[in-house]
């Protein structure tokens, strides 16, 4: 087997870690496998950096990358975390001169299957069905964004990490049984400080929050997960 064909083979082999591929015949799949590349990145190293005209369109597929808005003065902020599946590039996908203020940089070691703009763009117009799946994981991540501003407005710092825990657990919690019940469970949750950066608050802050959410029996730390008995709501 030659190295093009390993390549493509590992790729086809990550496809099924992400959504938008799952519900695709092998001929669209082999067609996407020929078009992508993969490339690894290390903790804290850029995927891609604010202001640079980069043509990629790229899926998780392993770790985790951080969104960081570049604002005046080298000041960041961070507006979410990339996971397994999440995608990154549609602000260049339609219109490839827009300026992004907009960073990606690996929150741990990560992988990503890398596709030239352009190509994703005329691969997925092919197919009426295809698109629409496209549009839908956008509109998903659109809500995800509007939710994390409406966060961001709160003057609590409560709120915002009251709200920013259930974003996460709308975006990645699963349900599972447990005790003779059904519960939430959010694996792999981030860890305090991330929550704290996503939040606009501090790992202190973040902390003595949780800590009360665990005594009023709302939420359960296990390992790395976080299981939710209570439904979280954020009062008026």
Do not use: W
Not at 6 to 15: A, E, R
Not at 71 to 88: A, H, P, Y
Not at 145 to 159: C, E, N, P, V
Not at 199 to 218: F, Q
């Amino acid at each position: 087997m030659s190295q093009n064909q390993k390549n493509k083979q590992n790729i086809l082999d990550l496809f099924p870690k992400i959504n938008f591929f799952e519900d695709l015949n092998e001929n669209t799949l082999d067609k996407f496998a020929e078009l992508a590349t993969i490339q690894s990145f290390q903790n804290s190293e850029t995927i891609i950096l604010a202001g640079d005209t980069h043509d990629i369109f790229f899926f998780i597929t392993n770790g985790q990358a951080k969104l960081l808005y570049e604002g005046k003065n080298s000041k960041e902020s961070v507006l979410g975390l990339l996971n397994i599946g999440d995608f990154f590039g549609e602000i260049q996908l339609f219109n490839e001169n827009i300026f992004s203020n907009i960073s990606v940089k690996a929150e741990e070691e990560c992988q990503i299957i890398i596709f030239k703009a352009k190509d994703f763009l005329d691969e997925i117009s092919k197919d009426s069905k295809l698109f629409m799946a496209f549009l839908t994981e956008q509109s998903r991540k659109l809500n995800r964004a509007y939710m994390h501003i409406a966060s961001l407005t709160m003057s609590s710092t409560k709120k915002r990490v009251l709200t920013c825990l259930m974003l996460l657990i709308e975006e990645s919690g699963i349900r599972v049984p447990h005790d003779g019940r059904v519960i939430t469970k959010l694996k792999n949750r981030p860890t305090q400080q991330q929550i704290a950066e996503l939040s606009g608050t501090t790992r202190e802050t973040v902390n003595r929050e949780m800590a009360i959410l665990i005594k009023e029996g709302y939420i359960e730390l296990s390992e790395k997960d976080l299981i939710l008995f209570k439904e979280l709501r954020v009062e008026d």
